[in-house]
């Protein structure tokens, strides 16, 4: 995957190519070794060279991308909107059941029946073997059903919430 990025004043070409608890990432031309492991919804852990860096991330209306790496925060602009957009879930349309994405424990509930939602928005969080992963969302509107309670445990395919 290709990026052009304006960052810090300069155009920065960023290509990554991504394996199994891996990437290859080049900039400019430079092929950096890094090994990546993702620690959160936005939040990265990544060995580059010998040197270990966290990153978290925001994607923001019009492409821009903010970053929090090692106590700062940058402002990244992608150069073409588009592909950064590409890589956002489309929103669903209509009713939408929520179902668990594996077995696990809802060890907490972001949101309550009644509530607006918006699309990407958590509404639980469902930990499995050790890691949270938040459930988010998959469109914006009302949560009408919440099938689980927190300290449940869930399967696979499980109904967790409904969205209209």
């Known amino acids: 995957m290709r990026f052009d990025i ?10 990554v190519t991504e394996a199994v608890g891996s990437a290859q990432v080049s900039v400019d031309g430079i092929a950096l070794a890094a090994d990546a492991v993702r620690i959160g919804p936005q939040t990265i852990s990544i060995l580059f060279e010998g040197r270990c860096n966290t990153f978290a ?6 492409g821009a991308i903010w970053l929090g790496v090692r106590g700062r925060e940058l402002l990244a602009e992608v ?36 509530d607006a939602v918006q699309c990407g ?26 099938a689980v309670a927190s ?11 409904e969205i209209e």
């Open 6 to 15: 304006q960052f810090e004043g300069a155009t920065r070409v960023v290509e």
């Open 57 to 62: 991330w925001t994607l923001l209306d019009g």
């Open 79 to 114: 150069q073409d909107p588009r592909q950064a957009l590409a890589h956002r879930k489309a929103e669903q349309s209509g009713r939408v059941r929520l179902k668990a994405p594996m077995a696990g424990k809802v060890v907490r509930l972001l949101a309550h029946a009644g």
């Open 121 to 146: 928005q958590g509404v639980l969080v469902l930990e499995a073997m050790k890691m949270q992963n938040e459930v988010r969302a998959p469109k914006s509107g009302a949560l009408v059903r919440l």
């Open 151 to 161: 300290g449940e445990t869930v399967a696979t395919g499980q109904l967790l919430a």
